[in-house]
């Protein structure tokens, strides 16, 4: 019994490791994350979006689009953008295969609590 709990143990600090090894270093994250004074959507937002939805969201697939900033606006309006991109149970997670950064969520959120303007 004593065995299993230490396996257990083990494969815990295991897997905490793993998550230790992050292409990006905190620090770098944290001060990116902090270092706006306003989110502006062609600077901070279009790029996010540009290479993490678009490749889906195309005229002809029956999703809502979000490759302008009218399109993503209609989307923002209706709650979906935050919904989507923050684990909200009430909406598909997206993008679908990976969650997008802690600080691009930030940002996105950032954007939308701004008034989610066209700047
Ligand atoms: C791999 C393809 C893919 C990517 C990448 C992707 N989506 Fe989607 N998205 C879909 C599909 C397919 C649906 C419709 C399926 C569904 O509703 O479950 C959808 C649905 C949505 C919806 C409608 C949700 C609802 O309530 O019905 C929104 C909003 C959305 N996506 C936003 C985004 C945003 C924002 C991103 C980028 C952060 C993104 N998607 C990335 C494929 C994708």
């Given at each position: 019994m004593k065995s299993i709990i230490l396996f257990?143990?083990?494969?815990?600090?295991?897997?905490?490791?793993n998550k230790k090894a992050d292409p990006q270093p905190i620090e770098n994250l944290q001060s990116f994350c902090v270092s706006f004074d306003s989110v502006s959507y062609s600077q901070n937002v279009e790029p996010i979006i540009n290479s993490n939805c678009n490749s889906c969201h195309q005229p002809g697939t029956g999703s809502p689009f979000t490759n302008t900033y009218s399109n993503l606006k209609l989307i923002v309006d209706r709650g979906q953008l935050l919904g989507v991109i923050t684990s909200d149970p009430s909406y598909p997670m997206m993008p679908i295969s990976k969650s997008l950064d802690v600080c691009e969520i930030k940002i996105i959120k950032q954007w939308v609590l701004e008034g989610a303007k066209n700047n």
């Open positions: 257990f143990c083990l494969l815990l600090l295991f897997s905490c490791e």
